[in-house]
């Protein structure tokens, strides 16, 4: 039998998904599934060595729409960037 993930606790929540590779995706969890598929409101993708905040040649940000869908088998974590009680 398979689970559902427990993540109400991040909905509504902003979090920072790191994917495959190197690439994160920072967003507003709106939903889930029991494949942990998300789907995020306003995403931005993080570009990889923008730790550097004093570097004035790190890429900017990419948003990448209203609403996202990150399919599940490429995430690797999901970092709170809110409170999550």
Do not use: C, H
């Not at 931005?44 to 900017?60: F, R, T, V």
Request: glycine share 8%; aromatic share 4%.
């Amino acid at each position: 039998m398979v689970s559902v993930p427990e993540l109400k606790k991040y909905l509504d929540k902003r979090v920072v998904i790191q994917l495959n590779g190197t690439r994160k995706v920072a967003g507003v969890v709106r939903g889930y599934d029991m494949f942990l598929n998300i789907t995020l409101d306003d995403a931005i993708e993080m570009p990889s060595g923008s730790g550097s905040q004093s570097d004035k040649n790190a890429p900017a940000p990419v948003p990448m729409g209203s609403q996202t869908v990150i399919r599940g088998n490429s995430i690797l974590s999901i970092e709170a960037l809110d409170t999550v009680v």
